[in-house]
């Protein structure tokens, strides 16, 4: 089957068709060349933490896998990489992720959400991903970085244009982009250098220059990652949350009620709506079998998070948002050592910019146009969200 072919548009239809089907089915990935797609939660979850299923392109089959075109000094990141290389580079950032230091950022996630919603006034309409969703992401990820203010709406368009290139885009905007975010990366860790300031980047750098424990190509590739990656999924998770609520009227009010919810409300949304419709594509580097299918060395494997989490054996009524249902073990962040780095700061910001837009807008719906989703079966996630909103709840004045 072609990947393509009505996922964009149905994706929860088609991975349930493919799982009655078949656990593993041979298709045509994203690039046009073959692949072999996992969409049942066991066997998701074995292959996502499975050592004989490299992340590592050397492993593919000559002229099979195409993907992104990135130079080496964006591709040598933690997406392209097995231990040991892995293992060294993920302890070196690890710090800056973890539970500790996202609970110190909660204040200015919060400080910098306020300042948004301030914006947007008492009451109007707005599109929720250009207004609130994406500039949040973009700019706790920034600070935490050391990114200049100016350079952060530029960051946001070259991503979108790899990611989900608007329809009519030409064929080289992609290559215009990789360009400009090497220029880009290349200028800002020179000025680090020149003066570092208190950020994780001149942190990094300090580790690259004193330690000699990244060599400069890591450096940039790890710099790109961590902002690329800290904007995409935090904007589509913060995005998708606020439709699946929308959608789900009588899971609002409980949630109104009960803002207590909002960490468990945050790992349903995951669930529900993560914020890809694939996992980072995988090379075995010997002939495996999965879900009684014998795949060959070298050959393309794409893991579905997405379908694993709409899998009836693992949870059931999987398509309905339920927000106090158990959602342990949920695979939308990942899982083994490849589990997302930046999973509790993406977790805190949804969790804050959901906290600070209820609290605000008693009244929440959804406005007049059209709810766009990116054009993309790597990033599931929104190009418009269009809402109407207000400090006077519906039915009271």
Partial sequence: MDLADGLLDHPY?????????????????????????????????AALADPRLSLDKRHATAGTYKGFAL??????NLLNMDPPDHTRIRRLVGRAFTPRRTEQLRTPIRRTADQLLDALGTEGD???????????????????????????????VWTDTLVA??????????????????????????????????????DLIAVRDEGDRLSEDELMSLAFLILFAGYENTVQLIGNAVLALLQHPEQLAALRKGPGQLPAAVEEFLRFEGPALLAIRRFPVEEITMGGVTVPAGET?????????????????????????DTTGHLALGHGIHYCLGAPLARAETEIALAALLERFPR????????RWRPSLRARGLLTLPVSYGRT????G
């Avoid at 072999?36 to 979850?45: A, I, M, N």
């Avoid at 929440?364 to 709810?371: D, I, M, P, T």
Wanted: proline share 11%; glycine share 6%; hydrophobic share 40%.
């Fill in 71 to 76: 130079p080496p000094a964006l591709d040598a």
């Fill in 301 to 325: 494997v794409w893991v579905s998070a997405s379908a694993a989490n709409r899998d009836p054996d693992r949870f059931p009524d999987p398509d309905r948002l339920d927000l106090a249902r």
């Fill in 364 to 371: 929440l719906e959804s406005g007049k146009g059209e709810v």
């Fill in 126 to 156: 707005t599109d929720l991903i250009a207004s609130y969703a994406a500039p949040l992401p973009i700019t706790v990820i920034c600070d935490l970085l050391g990114v200049p203010d100016r350079h952060r709406r530029d960051f946001r």
């Fill in 393 to 396: 709840s519906a039915g009271s």
């Fill in 13 to 45: 239809d088609v991975y349930r068709r493919l799982r009655d089907s078949a656990p593993v089915h041979r298709i045509a990935g994203p690039d046009g060349t073959p692949a072999w797609l996992v969409t049942r939660y066991e066997d998701v979850r």
């Fill in 165 to 202: 290139p608007a329809p009519g885009t030409p064929p080289e905007a992609g290559k215009h982009a990789v360009v400009a975010m090497l220029g880009f990366f290349t200028q800002l860790l020179a000025e680090k250098r020149e003066e570092p300031g208190d950020d994780l980047l001149s």
